[in-house]
């Protein structure tokens, strides 16, 4: 399957502090990403489709003045938590979707943020 | 998407087969299943899909009914690395975004 990373893997951040996750896709350019938020003993919830060279699109109750995403290149989508708060603290995962395997989602390891 | 019902959580001893189920009653003709797991604190890992026929990979085998209202997924020798929370999607061909339920918990028991 395709190779995704995220760096960092957790980060702690002072509440009102901006703080930017990276998701890269190793072996294959990836001009659709996708961004989701998991708390603690729930599900992985969608919040936006990052689309290289275009503007991302949100999902219904998330707001894109406070995740900023930038798809800079066909290989690396950023998410920037603006202004983080401690309700910000959660696990954020990327994910590609591999042009081998149909319209397989392969998925990054995570990253947990911390707001204190 | 469809929606999926799975149990929340479900015991296997280690070494035996794990059958997962799950019901996707009001599946479209072109949505896929898919199966996907997660390990505690860890993204979520690909197994397997498929469409209607049954299908087979060096993780698992995925078995849907002739209905394709329901499918299992059979994890052969289970491991204690097996351990996660199983996730049943289903998803229609060339569609982009991946609905999480709630999963099962897959506890493997020594």
């Known amino acids: 399957g395709a190779v995704v990373s995220q760096h960092p893997s957790w980060v702690i951040c002072k509440s009102g502090t901006s703080v930017k996750i990276e998701c890269r896709s190793l072996?294959?350019?990836?001009?659709?990403m996708f961004w989701y938020r998991q708390f603690p003993k729930q599900s992985l919830m969608l919040m936006a489709t990052?689309?290289?060279?275009?503007?991302?699109?949100?999902e219904q109750g998330v707001e894109k003045d406070k995740f900023l995403i930038n798809h800079a290149s066909l290989t690396l989508s950023t998410l920037t938590v603006t202004s983080a708060h401690p309700e910000d603290s959660s696990f954020y995962i990327c994910?590609?979707?591999?042009?081998?395997?149909?319209?397989?989602?392969?998925f990054g390891p995570g990253t947990r943020l911390t707001v204190l | 998407d469809a929606k999926t019902t799975q149990p929340p959580s479900m015991d296997c001893a280690e070494g035996r087969a794990a059958n997962l189920p799950c019901n996707h009653s009001?599946?479209?003709?072109?949505?896929?299943v898919y199966w996907y797991r997660q390990i505690h604190s860890q993204g979520p890992q690909y197994i397997i899909h498929?469409?209607?026929n049954n299908e087979t990979n060096e993780m698992a085998s995925l078995i849907i009914t002739e209905d394709r209202k329901s499918s299992t997924l059979i994890l052969p020798h289970a491991t204690l690395r097996d351990t996660a929370v199983y996730y049943c999607?289903?998803?229609?061909?060339?569609?982009?975004?991946?609905?999480f339920g709630q999963g099962t918990r897959l506890t493997i028991n020594p």
């Open positions: 999607i289903v998803r229609a061909q060339g569609a982009q975004k991946l609905v």
């Open positions: 072996d294959f350019q990836a001009t659709t």
């Open positions: 009001t599946i479209s003709g072109n949505e896929y």
């Open positions: 498929g469409l209607k």
């Open positions: 990052s689309n290289e060279g275009s503007k991302a699109t949100y």
């Open positions: 994910s590609t979707v591999s042009p081998w395997g149909g319209d397989t989602q392969y």
